[in-house]
């Protein structure tokens, strides 16, 4: 669970089209492509451009996805992606919660914690890093 974390860090303030959301049932594989930021360009204090680069997010042994507040099927609905939150269930499985902006989520049950981010191609420069408020 702890791997879950890192990746969670690391997908921060990612944006996802609604387009890019697949569950593959058959497979039982879940799979989302994100336009992630580059944080740790940032906190490693490298004086660069601010950058965001394709990546794909992976969960194998898939039981069941469900949604709240998403429309998957709506066409090209931007989400803003805060955080994974995951708690393991009295059957022995894990849920898994991919927490947006907007009190939108999209749930993962499986069997075992089998979870993979792989970036894709080269990054780009964008204008601006993302900024939050603090209560």
């Known amino acids: 669970m702890d791997d879950l974390k890192v990746i969670s860090a690391h997908l921060q303030d990612s944006i996802v089209s609604t387009n890019d959301i697949a569950n593959l049932k058959k497979n ?9 930021f580059m944080w740790e360009d940032v906190e490693k204090g490298v ?8 990546t794909i997010l992976k969960f194998e042994n898939v039981i069941k996805v ?19 939150e995951t708690k393991q269930m009295p059957d022995k499985t894990h ?4 927490i947006f902006s907007g ?7 499986a069997e075992v914690i089998e979870v993979s981010l792989d970036d894709q191609g080269e990054p780009w420069n964008t204008k601006s890093k993302p900024k939050h408020k603090f209560l």
């Open 28 to 36: 039982r594989i879940f799979l989302m492509q994100l336009n992630r």
């Open 47 to 54: 004086f660069r451009k601010n950058k965001r680069i394709r």
């Open 66 to 84: 469900s949604s709240k507040n998403i429309k998957l099927n709506d066409n090209e609905i931007f989400l803003d992606f805060l955080a994974i």
């Open 95 to 98: 849920e898994m919660n991919l």
């Open 103 to 109: 009190n939108s989520v999209v749930k993962v049950i």
